[in-house]
């Protein structure tokens, strides 16, 4: 029997040999990639022991750089005779290539197509110096040897008795195949913690001999745990949700959270291999995702402006990982890699499935439900904005200047950081601030009409708009993404309306143009609101004046006088420029509010509240609370002239 050389074991030969001779047709490439795909064979081998229900414990010990063993707890692989070839199952097993064994597809069985691991073993030992297995099954220990890649056999041995049960297979990548033949640890950390998400029950272990170090991956909670991991850094904005799905030819394990950032963040795996490219298990996800929020958008009265979300706006801030098990037959990969799946019967599964329990979650948690559908919505505007500021300013690049002759009253300094654009609500006012500023660093530019809500407008209506217009041609930055900070004509641009309610509309109003189309400028600090006085107080004795900011203020002063008379500013206009200067543009005595742009979440939420559709809501707001970042002091003072 020994070293017969018959028919069937030349083919074995002959068919190790086709390995050597094109690795990368098995193993992708022969570069580190190559050399760890070998390791992720063995390990998947253990898995599939794990997942026929078997195994509970995978050992991987790296004994040296080239030298790695992998142990786990299963049923060991079987040693009777196979009929066909004559000879154990474990020698058939590790010297026969499996049939249409080829990347991606070589080791790929769910639990329940059964009786298919095992497969990339031979792979491995065609492009191993050495293998050594040892199986623990039927009350004995058992020993095959392998060198050369699978070349010189050694015949099965029966060692001796033991109660244990399992397989261990220690391999020597072969220095004649691999560009670099030395384990990376961290590559292997990394995988056996991923493996740990995947399948909550397993415990790996990993013995990193050479650096003296031991370490142990066990994570029952599966997904849900890989989820919570992948946002630790993050602001959530909604539970954690994980379910698993089965048919009697599937399985689909899914688990995803929302943050508040911006990014999507999707894992998807297929049998415990990573699909960096998704395909249709992903695509089912995302169909089943739209399609549950734009349901209970509407059914829920939470569809804004009558929009349905597009797909990208319900993933904004997701974190989702999604884990499927497939029947080998189902399997079929898309691209040059191999790195997407393409199974229509895994997206049939998944677009029924997957939908029905996002919809349930939904239902289930109707405050989650609404925070998210919110931040698609929030999503969706931005997107709309930031395309609608690549049109204005591409529009704007190609469009001749306008001319906006004597209504820009420019600054005399040369130096744009000294410089400040006072924008002034009226005609009355900028002919004031005209009047009153200091030439050389105060710039007007005094707004008549109306200006359009940019949150909804159209290119053509914010292009039309001359008070925009003039204000972008002031500031000279240009718009949206191309903007350009290091061209501001301005240090400082000072938004200076009346202290009413029509005034706090422009500001948000302005506001709104300037967080959307001139960021920036927002978060460089450079955009800012100016405080005019609420009251003037003249003492009829002294004929002197003072300023009130605030009714406590104006209380202060009455307490300290004895005869006087209160002027009650309602616009700028009742200023005249000394007073104007005095109060309002003098940068030694006025009082400027610094818009922050350190806040995003907020200010969005702001401009929502006030662009979005509802003018009775945005009146209400802006009566509340007036304008942006205002602290306590500020809103007395703008409130308090309501009360008066
Ligand atoms: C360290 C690597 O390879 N573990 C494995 C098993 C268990 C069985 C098996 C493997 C039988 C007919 C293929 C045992 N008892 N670890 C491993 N554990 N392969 S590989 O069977 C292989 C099939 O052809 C096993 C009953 N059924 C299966």
Redesign the pocket.
């Known amino acids: 029997m020994r070293d017969k050389y018959d028919a069937s074991s030349i083919e074995v030969i002959e068919s190790l040999e086709a390995v050597r001779k094109r690795p990368g047709m098995y193993i992708g490439d022969t570069g580190t990639r190559g050399l760890h795909h070998l390791l992720k064979e063995?390990?998947d081998?253990?898995i599939?022991?794990h997942l026929?229900g078997?195994?509970t414990v995978i050992s991987v010990e790296l004994i040296s750089g080239n030298v790695i063993s992998?142990?786990?707890n299963?049923?060991?692989?079987?040693v009777d005779i196979h009929s066909k070839t004559n000879r154990p199952?474990v020698e058939t097993?590790f010297t026969t290539l499996h049939a249409g064994g080829k990347f991606g597809g070589v080791n790929s069985s769910y639990k329940i197509s059964g009786?298919?691991?095992?497969v990339g073993?031979s792979v491995v030992n065609a492009l191993s110096s050495s293998v050594k297995v040892i199986v623990w099954k039927n009350k004995f220990e058992y020993h095959i040897d392998f060198s050369h890649g699978g070349k010189k056999i050694t015949p099965l041995k029966k060692i001796g008795p033991t109660l244990k049960t399992g397989?261990?297979?220690t391999f020597k990548t072969d220095k004649e195949i691999f560009k670099s033949v030395t384990f990376n640890s961290q590559t292997i950390k990394d995988l056996l913690k991923e493996l740990s998400y995947l399948n909550p029950g397993l415990k790996l272990f990993f013995n990193d001999v050479k650096n003296e170090e031991k370490y142990e991956f066990f994570q029952p909670q599966g997904l849900r745990a890989f989820v919570d991991d992948l946002t630790k850094e993050q602001t959530k904005i909604s539970k954690t949700y994980a379910f698993t799905a089965e048919s009697s030819e599937m399985q689909i394990k899914i688990a995803f959270i929302w943050t508040t950032t911006n990014q999507e963040n999707i894992h998807s795996f297929v049998n415990n291999i990573i699909t960096p490219d998704g395909g249709s298990h992903e695509k089912s996800f995302k169909f089943g995702l739209t399609k549950a929020m734009n349901e209970y958008a509407v059914e829920n009265k939470l569809q804004q402006n009558g929009k349905a979300l597009e797909g990208a706006d319900t993933r904004e801030g997701l974190f989702a990982v999604i884990s499927l098990y497939l029947m080998e037959k189902y399997l079929q990969f898309e691209g040059q890699t191999k790195s997407k799946l393409s199974s229509n019967e895994a997206k049939a599964f998944g677009d029924k499935i997957i939908y029905e329990q996002i919809k349930h979650y939904l239902n289930k948690n109707p405050q989650d439900a609404k925070k998210i559908i919110e931040k698609a919505y929030s999503s969706k505007r931005a997107k709309e904005a930031a395309r609608r500021a690549r049109e204005v300013s591409r529009e704007l690049s190609s469009a001749k200047n306008k001319s906006f002759a004597g209504k820009l009253v420019t600054a005399q300094s040369r130096k744009a950081e000294e410089r400040e654009l006072f924008i002034v609500e009226g005609d009355s006012a900028g002919g004031s601030a005209k009047l009153g500023r200091d030439r050389k660093t105060q710039a007007i530019l005094p707004l008549k009409g109306k200006i359009v809500n940019t949150e909804r407008a159209t290119l053509k209506t914010i292009l039309g708009n001359d008070e925009l217009s003039m204000a972008i041609h002031a500031i000279g930055g240009g718009l949206g993404e191309d903007f350009n900070i290091k061209k501001a004509n301005y240090g400082k641009v000072i938004i200076m309306t009346d202290a009413d309610t029509d005034g706090a509309h422009i500001q948000a109003l302005l506001l709104t143009f300037f967080y959307r189309f001139m960021k920036p400028l927002v978060d460089a600090g450079m955009v800012y609101i100016a405080l005019p006085p609420l009251f003037k107080v003249k003492n009829t004795k002294t004929k002197k004046s003072v300023y009130a900011w605030s009714i406590s203020e104006l209380d202060h002063i009455k307490e300290k006088q004895s005869s006087y008379e209160i002027q009650r500013y309602k616009g700028l206009g009742e200023m005249n420029y000394q007073q104007l200067w005095e109060t309002t543009m003098n940068p030694n005595t006025r009082t400027l509010i610094q818009v922050s742009g350190t806040n995003d979440e907020s200010a969005n939420k702001i401009i929502i509240t006030l662009m979005g559709q509802d003018a009775a809501v945005r009146r209400e707001w802006i009566e509340e609370n007036v304008e942006f970042s205002l602290d306590d002091n500020v809103q007395d003072n703008l409130i308090g002239e309501e009360h008066v």
């Open positions: 063995i390990i081998n253990s599939d022991e026929a078997f195994a992998v142990e786990d299963g049923r060991g692989i079987p199952a097993i009786g298919l691991h095992g073993s397989t261990k297979v």
